[in-house]
């Protein structure tokens, strides 16, 4: 992870501690309640791993918050402007798997709306690399999503079919079906992503 990164995983995984203690329970009780192993637990709230989405995704509906309760810095009221040349700089997600590396690649996540407080959408400018990892895993959450290709082809896999976008196509799904977003053909690419959880 790079230094940015790193402190923003630490800054995570802090937020992850305070809430579990605040309500009396301990990393098992959390990893029970998430399905979530206790050793994921503690290396998110060690800062030692970048998390994705889905054990993010669950270990706040464990914790009874929303998700942007973890991704936010300094909320405020109105909207939220974001430059290019700042969500680009700020990483606040890594990888596209936690546990194993699978071939869904290297998604990096830059969150577009953090200081937006009481929000019910999770808006994402993401770059992804190509993964040289043969693990298959698809992953699942409560949940919508909508996604806007911006470069190179976007491989996703929802259920038992397979969509191919190009720049400029746009895929708006239920993320309880089993899904992977991944590259194709092993190119990387480029695409913004809309995620709602349900509080």
Known sequence: MSAQAT??????????????????????????????????????????VAPS??????????????LGT????????GPVFTPASEYRASEKLLKGGLETQSDAGELVFHALAA?????HMEPFYITLEP?????????EH?????????????????????YVLQPGDSIYYDSIVPHQ???????????????YTPA
């Open 7 to 48: 402190e923003h995983a630490s800054t995570l995984g802090q937020k992850i501690t305070s809430l579990r203690e605040s309500l009396q329970l301990s990393v098992e009780d959390l990893a029970g309640r998430c399905e979530c192993s206790p050793e994921t637990i503690r290396d998110l709230e060690a800062g030692a």
């Open 53 to 66: 989405l889905t054990p993010l995704v669950q270990i706040t509906r464990a914790l009874g918050v929303r």
């Open 70 to 77: 973890l991704l936010d810095d300094d909320e405020q009221l």
């Open 115 to 119: 200081d937006k407080s009481s929000r």
């Open 131 to 139: 993964s040289q990892a043969l693990e298959h895993k698809l992953d």
């Open 142 to 162: 409560e949940g919508e999503e909508w996604i806007y290709a911006l470069e190179g082809p976007l491989e996703i896999e929802y259920g038992k079919d397979i």
């Open 181 to 195: 977003v991944r590259s194709h053909k092993g190119q990387p690419a480029k695409f913004v992503a809309c995620v």
